[in-house]
């Protein structure tokens, strides 16, 4: 069995390792390789935000796995339709996804920053503590992620609201769906959580109508994809103080530009798309799980509808 590792900016060397340790008693033997133009065709690719040419050359696969949970940078690639397309599902990205909203949520929702300045300044002063009532979470898409995430934070005891394509029945979380239930769920957020896939449909969904709904003071939360929010709309609506803040993990370009207003505004708090990184070791025992299962002729989860764009 031949795999090709396609993979921008990540370093072969320990994946070819590790993915020809975890298959070396498959059957016929199993050659892991880093792809190079005009390498032989490969049963499996192991990919993150291929070239064109990979795909166009690659044409045996039997499936790409896409080291990332997000595929829309993948599906802007001309992809034969027949082409199976598996994403990680969790491998270790549902916990660290959990535990990033969770400390911006408490950070926001304690009013942690000001108290970092306080302290800084020697002032031992209180602010009176919040009702959590007064901060009800909506988390849309409740995928793998999401659902971790609403799970999560209705452990801290804030109400928690759920959106998603289809109607979910999660405890602690009141789902809304669709067109129709969208408003409805924006109406009744403070703390906006976005864990959406980007495709045609959801690119540019956090915008002025949409981020103007959100309960007064509302604070937002992407974690998704950058292209989810429309940036100069978001910044506009925190000067007119209807928006809070924002913890903002994902940008319409990547790196951040320089002398982008997010740098320095001292409502947004930034990171580098890091709240969910891939885990080497569970993405490397996710995927040859999955090949095992493939070549038994079993199903597997996470096999991405490309129509659907996720
Ligand atoms: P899933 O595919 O498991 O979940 C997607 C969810 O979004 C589903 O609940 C789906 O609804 C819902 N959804 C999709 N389209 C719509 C729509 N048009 N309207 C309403 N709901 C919709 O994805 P994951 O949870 O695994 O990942 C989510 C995203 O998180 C990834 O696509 C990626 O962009 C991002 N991500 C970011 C990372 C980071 O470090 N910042 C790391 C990992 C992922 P339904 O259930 O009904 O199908
Ligand atoms: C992903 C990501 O999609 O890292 O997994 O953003």
């Not at 976005?194 to 604070?219: D, H, V």
């Not at 998704?224 to 940036?231: D, K, M, S, T």
């Not at 080497?280 to 490309?306: F, H, P, Y």
Request: charged residues 20%; proline residues 6%; glycine residues 10%.
């Amino acid at each position: 069995m031949k795999i090709a590792f396609c993979c921008a900016n990540i370093k072969a060397e320990p994946w070819l390792q590790g993915l020809a340790a975890a298959l070396q008693d498959i059957d016929g033997g199993v050659e892991v390789s880093a792809w190079e133009p005009g390498a032989p065709p490969a049963d499996y690719a192991v990919v993150w935000v291929p070239p064109q040419q990979f795909i166009d050359e690659q044409s045996a696969l039997k499936a790409v796995f896409n080291i990332g949970a997000g595929v829309d940078r993948l599906l802007e690639l001309r992809l034969p339709p027949s082409l199976r397309v598996v994403r990680m599902d969790d491998a270790g990205m549902a916990v660290q996804m959990a535990e990033y909203v969770s400390q911006a949520l408490i950070r926001h929702f304690r009013g942690l920053d000001l108290y970092e300045a306080r302290m800084r300044e020697g002032d031992w002063s209180y602010i009176h503590p919040p009702r959590r009532e007064d901060f009800p979470v909506g988390v849309m898409g409740l995928g793998v992620l999401g659902e971790r995430v609403a799970r999560t934070v209705a452990q801290f005891e804030f109400p928690v609201l759920g959106w998603s394509r289809s109607p979910k029945a999660i405890e602690g979380v009141r789902s809304f769906s669709g067109a129709s239930g969208f408003d409805e769920f924006l109406a009744a957020t403070r703390v906006l959580v976005n864990l959406l896939p980007l495709t045609p449909e959801t690119q540019g969904i956090m915008n002025r109508g949409t981020l103007s709904r959100l309960r007064a003071g509302a604070y937002v939360i992407n974690v998704a994809r950058g292209a989810h929010l429309v940036e100069e709309d978001l910044l506009a609506l925190i000067d007119e103080g209807h928006i809070a803040g924002a913890t903002l993990d994902v940008f319409r370009t990547e790196p951040l530009p320089a002398g982008h207003p997010f740098w320095q505004h001292p409502k947004i708090t930034i990171t580098p798309h890091t709240s969910a990184r891939t885990l080497r070791d569970e993405s490397i025992a996710q995927i040859a799980g999955k090949i095992r299962a493939l070549e038994r002729g079993d199903a597997v989860t996470g096999v991405v509808d490309t129509a659907r764009g996720y």
